[in-house]
Each structure stands twice: as C-alpha cells, then as structure tokens.
C-alpha cells in the first residue's frame, strides 16, 4: 500500500504492481501527481504549478515508460542576472539559516551538482513534458486503474498489531511513535527580487510563450503577506526589469501558493533543519515494523 498518488507513491505501487504484487494508493487528494500539478485551458494551453523540468541528474525518470515525449527548453539567447547577494533558497524553499547543510550537500551530491542544479543547458531544467508535469503522474496512474482511492487521507497508522489498521481523517500520526523527527532566452536570476529565478517553459510547438516564475522562502512568506493588486504590480514590475516594459502586458498572469494546498502545504521539495540528519538520520532508511 501507498500513501500519496505523487510520483513517489505512483512508482513504487508501479514497481510491486509489475511484480505481481496487488497494491493500493491512498490519496487524500482528489487528482493524482501531488506537487506536479498542470492546469488545462479550453484553449489547448497549460499551466504547471509544479514539477515540470526534467533533467541530467535524473536518468530513472527517463527509464521509465510513460510515452510521453518530452523537449528541449529553449537555450537560445542569452540570460539575464540581476545579482546582488546569494541565495541558496530556491532549491530548498526555505531561508540559508533554516537548511542544514549537510543536507544541502547530500541533496547537490544527488542531484550531480550544485551546477547541475542550477542550470538548463545539460543540467536540472534540461528538458519540460509535453502536456506538464502531471502528464508523468497521470500515465502512472493510468497503469494502475482502479487500485488508487481519491479523497482517501489517511491519519494514522497503527503497526503494533498484524492488520496496520488504516483511520481516514486529516493529519498523519504514528502508533507507536515513530522517533522525535528578445535576444533572451527566458531565464532570469534574481536573488535580490521576489521572483528569484524565471525561466521559459513556452510549449513544444511554440503556440505561445510563457514564463514561470519561483517566489521561494523568505520572500514567498512576505508575499503571501500583500494583497492581490500589491502581488501583481511587484511580479509585473520584475518582469519589466528582467525583459523590457512589454513583458509588464502578458496575456494572462496567475499566482499559485504551493504553501496554502492542503495536502503538499510548501515546496518544491522537502528539506532537512540543521541537525535533523545527525540526530535522526539513522532513522530515514530503517523499516519501521
Ligand atoms: C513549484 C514547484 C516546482 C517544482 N519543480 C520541479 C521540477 O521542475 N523538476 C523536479 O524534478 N521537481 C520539481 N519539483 C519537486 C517535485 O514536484 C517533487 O519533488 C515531487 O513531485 C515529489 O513527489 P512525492 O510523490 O514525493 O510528493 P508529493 O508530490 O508531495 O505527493 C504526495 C502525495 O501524498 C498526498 N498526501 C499527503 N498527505 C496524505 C495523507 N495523509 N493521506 C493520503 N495522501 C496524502 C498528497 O495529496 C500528494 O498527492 C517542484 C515542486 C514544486 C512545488
């Protein structure tokens, strides 16, 4: 049994499922993919709120079947970096002082490099799914039919006896408890703004152009903060400073707050505090039965 129909508990229900195992997915949710997550328009566009670069570091990902194809974002042109400070808060959501460190390295270990990290030509934001992040989660779920349950949220866990007994209610705890625990190429970055980091994830087929944009950590935090009219002209006027004065006129602009999701509540990705991994470290890999 899974818990959770994000990419993690998707691939590893695959994984038994292809070993003849009989599985079941447990999602509080009523979509699957978690914090990949793609809007669909009457028009033919889409939005991702989530996960949507693919990347070097990431060959399982491209192992795995999903026949969805995938392309290269665009590298054509140059980027543009307004650097002032330093910031590592974009990997982590979170603020310098709030991420261990030893963390922060096992996380660039895994992921190649810092370098890799950061970067789109041959690195971290490589590649974009055609149709969206969620287009993965969804293939997944499609291999797995009936056996994912939505709007399951499962609180707690009882492993004393043989049967794990299952609640359904909202917070997860654990029983017994577990141990204390133009020319341009549509990339911006910007530690001193808001949007510390845009990038150009414009479709295959270059129907329209877009830019996302990453508001992270201490800055995300001060913008949940402002009104809808104070949040539109701060990202309009970044937007005017990183590409000219057309780009303050989109089309269409939408601000998503991962933070403010029920069932994901931050991102883009977990990240240990300082001390975590040397006090309980020990604990992450080990069974819990
Ligand atoms: C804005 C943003 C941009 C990102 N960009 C990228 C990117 O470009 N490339 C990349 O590789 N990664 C990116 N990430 C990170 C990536 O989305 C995550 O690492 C990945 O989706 C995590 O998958 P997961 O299955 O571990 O967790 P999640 O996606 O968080 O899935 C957890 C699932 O469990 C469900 N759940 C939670 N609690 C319960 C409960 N009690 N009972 C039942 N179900 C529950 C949730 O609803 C959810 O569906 C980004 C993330 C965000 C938010």
């Known amino acids: 049994m899974a818990i959770g129909a994000g990419y993690a508990g998707l691939s590893v229900a695959k994984t038994l499922s292809e070993r003849g195992k009989s599985v079941l997915v447990l999602e509080a949710h009523d979509r699957v993919g978690g914090q990949a997550w793609t809007e669909h328009f009457e028009d033919g566009s889409y939005e991702d709120y989530g996960a949507m670069f693919l990347g070097v570091q990431q060959p399982n990902m491209h192992r795995l079947e999903f026949g969805i194809p995938i392309f290269d974002v665009n590298t054509k042109g140059n980027s543009v970096l307004n650097y002032r400070g330093q910031t590592f808060e974009l990997f982590w959501g979170l603020g310098t002082s709030q991420v261990s460190l030893l963390h922060a390295l096992w996380y660039c270990k895994s992921g190649f490099s810092f370098t890799v990290l950061g970067t789109i030509d041959e690195g971290a934001q490589k590649e974009l799914v055609v149709g969206g992040g969620q287009a993965i989660a969804h293939a997944l779920a499609k291999q797995l039919g009936d056996a994912i349950r939505y709007e399951e949220p499962v609180l707690q866990l009882d492993q004393r006896n043989e049967s794990h007994v299952l609640h359904?209610?909202?917070?997860?705890?654990?029983?017994?408890?577990?141990?204390?625990?133009?020319?341009?190429?549509?990339?911006?970055?910007?530690p001193d703004g808001y949007m510390g980091l845009i990038n150009d994830v414009s479709p295959h087929d270059g129907r329209y152009g877009m830019l996302v944009e990453f508001i992270a950590a201490t800055k995300a935090m001060e913008f949940l903060d402002m009104g809808e009219e104070q949040r539109r002209r701060i990202v309009l006027t970044e937007l005017g400073a990183g590409y000219g004065q057309e780009a303050?006129?989109?089309?269409?602009?939408?601000?998503?707050?991962?933070?403010?999701?029920?069932?994901?509540?931050?991102?883009?990705?977990?990240a240990s505090t300082p001390g975590t991994w040397t006090s309980m470290g020990h604990w992450i890999r080990k069974p819990v039965d």
């Open 168 to 190: 359904h209610i909202l917070h997860v705890q654990f029983t017994p408890a577990l141990p204390p625990q133009k020319g341009l190429r549509g990339e911006v970055v910007s």
């Open 248 to 270: 303050a006129s989109p089309v269409k602009l939408k601000i998503h707050t991962m933070m403010q999701e029920k069932w994901s509540t931050g991102c883009p990705v977990a």
